[in-house]
């Protein structure tokens, strides 16, 4: 049965949504490659602004050279520069390594916290971050919301009208069940990565036309 986006009620909207990528991304992962909390960390650190597939390459050498906390800690900058400088911005990455990697043997004694608001405490670990990492290390019910994610909820119409990230991480709470923001967050950014991408979404591909706001103002605006 086809659902019009025009006439679909919001609740059903959602219920679809969930259904949808329930069947199609049962168990949604990140792409970026980790075995400890500390791995994933440093991964999230050196993704701003880069690819999950650019990091992949550099973390294995990395994790190699700096297989614990203790060693990046006590690391010069230019090492750590030199092993990740095929990244993006790499000077401030490497401070915020060091910082992070500092913070977490001093402060917090190799445990990685598991509340947002200490999270934020390392070096380099803005919100969207720390809610990456609770979410996946820890299976809390926070949204990191980063550019795909806010433009993909949007798109859809999950998210009405969001200004920030923070407005719009705030609306997701209100569409997704607790136990399924984790799952979420993940099926938001890969949507947006390999259908509904930024410049050319693939709107023929996607299971979501039908519930989709920009689809259905495309479809009746007649632009293809």
């Known amino acids: 049965m086809q659902i019009s986006g025009e006439n679909t009620g919001r609740e ?91 913070v977490l043997v001093d402060e ?11 999270l934020q405490k390392l070096p380099g670990i803005g919100r969207k971050s720390a809610n990456v990492i609770a979410a996946v290390i820890h299976k809390m019910p926070v949204m990191a919301v980063d550019t795909h994610v806010f433009r993909v909820s949007a798109r859809i119409g999950l998210t009405r009208g969001a200004k920030t990230p923070l407005q719009a991480e705030n609306q997701l709470y209100e569409v997704f069940p607790g136990e399924l923001i984790p799952h979420a967050h993940h099926w938001l950014i890969l949507h947006g990565r390999y259908v509904c991408q930024a410049r050319k979404p693939k709107c023929t591909a996607c299971g979501l036309q039908e519930v989709c706001s920009y689809y259905q103002n495309k479809a009746r605006d007649n632009i293809t």
């Open 12 to 102: 059903e909207k959602i219920r679809t949504v969930i259904t949808y990528f329930q069947e199609n991304m049962p168990e949604p992962e990140t792409e970026l490659t980790y075995e400890r909390p500390y791995e994933l960390i440093v991964a999230v650190i050196l993704s701003a602004q880069c690819t999950d597939k650019r990091v992949n390459l550099i973390t294995p050498e990395f994790f190699r050279k700096f297989p614990e906390p203790e060693q990046l800690a006590s690391a010069k900058q230019e090492e750590v520069f030199e092993m990740i400088k095929s990244c993006s911005y790499p000077n401030n990455k490497a401070k915020h390594l060091l910082g992070m990697a500092r």
């Open 108 to 118: 917090f004694k190799n445990q990685i916290p598991k509340d947002v608001d200490s």
